[in-house]
């Protein structure tokens, strides 16, 4: 990563809870995709990773999560280097990821697929679960139904309140509109935000880039797997060669 950008990242993220940091490294012993990567976010932020296809943007997000190893470069949380440690072990340290698919199980109702985000906790989980079906009234109605009848948006909230059943510090989701109607997009990111407000931080990959950054506290835009640029969400929407490049003008 160049100097400006190392210095863009610092600007905008100056107490990050989660940093990946100069992060280079690709899948098993293949070629490196990412290049120098660095992704933070602060502490009720909401971070959100955008970029052509084939950017490295979800590769970015996995290598924060622990899903590939690194070569170069550093991930911490809180402050902790937890560069070393398996996903199942970042979970336990208060990050919680939601892929793009295959992230609910189909066969079991709504309230069960809630029940399997608390798999790590010994407490009563009662309140967690009736502030998922606040945040989320239609899965509260639904929670007797198999979670793979539901409709795409709904899925998506029963990922996202199972992964908030683990009471995160750093929530992560992949792509979290992927393939839901504009009013179901703008249902999500009102959620998120709603989210964020709470203190849990968000970090998000998003190709409806315009819309993400429109609700971002800093936004990164990723080429060939390197920080490009780097700034909140409303000076990459201002910027010419952002909104020329990656946002249709």
Do not use: W
Request: hydrophobic share 45%.
């Amino acid at each position: 990563m160049s100097r400006a950008a190392e210095a863009q990242v610092a600007e905008v993220a100056q107490d990050p809870v989660l940093i990946g940091e100069g992060m280079t490294g690709g899948y098993g012993r293949g070629a490196d995709i990412l290049h120098g990567c660095t992704i933070a976010v602060e502490r009720g932020k909401i971070a959100v990773i955008v970029g052509p296809n084939g950017a490295g943007k979800s590769t970015a997000m996995k290598a924060v999560f622990g899903m590939l190893n690194i070569r170069e470069g550093s991930v911490r949380l809180g402050g902790k280097d937890i560069t070393a440690l398996s996903p199942q072990a970042r979970v336990a340290q208060g990050m919680a990821f939601v892929p793009q698919v295959r992230n609910i199980f189909p066969s079991l109702s709504v309230e069960e697929n809630l029940d399997m985000g608390a798999f790590l906790r010994r407490d009563d989980i009662s309140e967690t679960k009736a502030q998922i079906f606040d945040l989320f009234p239609i899965l509260k109605d639904k929670r007797r139904q198999a979670a793979g009848e539901l409709s795409g948006g709904q899925r998506q909230q029963v990922a996202v309140g199972r992964a908030l059943m683990t009471r995160p510090e750093v929530l992560m989701l992949d792509e979290p509109t992927a393939g839901v109607s504009p009013i179901v997009m703008d249902e999500l990111f009102d959620r998120i935000i709603e989210v964020a407000r709470t203190g849990i931080s968000i970090l998000m990959v998003e190709q409806n880039a315009r819309q993400a950054l429109e609700i971002a506290d800093v936004g990164y835009v990723l080429v060939q797997g390197a920080n490009a640029h780097t700034g909140t969400g409303a000076e990459l929407l201002s910027d010419p060669v952002v909104r020329r490049s990656f946002l249709g003008g």
